[in-house]
């Protein structure tokens, strides 16, 4: 999804990334794979003024990722210079307002703070700061019943009236660069969601523990969905089971 970004836009979505423009150090928030968005505003808004030189700094690294020498060209005709760093995963677009520094294939590595310099031509050098948290996808979830045997499509059959426990666990180390920040796993009833009441067990795993007391006629090929998310810049994994019944 695509936002047309405005000088006070106050925040933005474009593919799988987002930014806050709400504070003065913007959080901006990628998902490892996808697009990161650093915003640069190029403009000063108390004096009619142009800009000469952009620069990029990962505020870790000694020289600049990025250059855009505006010295001798309009804006839109600056000559880019990534650093050997960067190469082709970055792009400045310089045709959104504010502009925009686009990193793709973010890593968990590129998480930083960054800096972005602008040299203006009769005032003072502009510098905004952005911090890039990346955000790793949750694994697969793990459907099993009570006593830990993986259950998968449909399941049963279970007698009319019985109760029975389905367990969806999900790999929430962070450490294992599997799921940061630690996901929200919920059971959903087809479209509606049924239980959110999920915990992390043993510091690693995310649990919820549903439990179906007596079994009713309606629920004869019901799907149940376990949905493991830890951000709205991507889609939840997902695993369901359809429910087989004795009926009396």
């Known amino acids: ?95 959104v307002h504010p502009p925009v520094l686009v990193l793709a294939d973010v890593t968990t590595d590129d998480e930083a703070d960054y800096k972005c310099r602008v040299d203006l031509r009769r005032s003072r050098t502009l510098i905004l700061h952005s911090r890039l948290r990346v955000i790793v996808p949750p694994s697969e979830p793990i459907i099993m019943d009570e006593h830990g045997q993986h259950l998968h499509d449909v399941v049963g059959p279970y007698d009319e009236g019985s109760t029975i426990t389905f367990i969806c666990e999900v790999d929430g180390d962070i450490r294992s660069s599997t799921g940061n920040p630690s996901p929200n796993v919920t059971w959903w009833r087809g479209s509606v969601l049924f239980d959110d009441d999920f915990s992390i067990i043993k510091q690693r795993f995310v649990r919820n523990e549903m439990v179906l007391e007596k079994l009713q006629r309606s629920e004869f090929m019901m799907e149940y969905t376990c949905k493991a998310s830890n951000t709205q810049l991507a889609k939840p994994r997902t695993a369901s089971v359809q429910i087989d019944m004795n009926r009396k």
């Not at 650093?38 to 990025?66: G, H, K, M, Q």
Request: proline fraction near 6%.
């Open 1 to 95: 999804m695509v936002y047309i970004i405005g000088l006070f836009l106050l925040s933005c979505v474009w593919s799988n990334a987002a930014y806050d423009f709400d504070s003065e150090h913007p959080l901006v928030e990628a998902v490892v794979g996808g697009h990161a968005i650093l915003p640069c505003n190029v403009s000063n808004p108390l004096e009619d003024d142009e800009a000469t030189l952009i620069l990029w700094y990962r505020l870790d690294y000694p020289n600049p990722i990025y250059t855009l020498d505006v010295r001798n060209a309009a804006i839109k005709n600056a000559k880019h210079f990534p650093s050997d760093e960067m190469g082709d995963r970055a792009q400045f677009d310089v045709s």
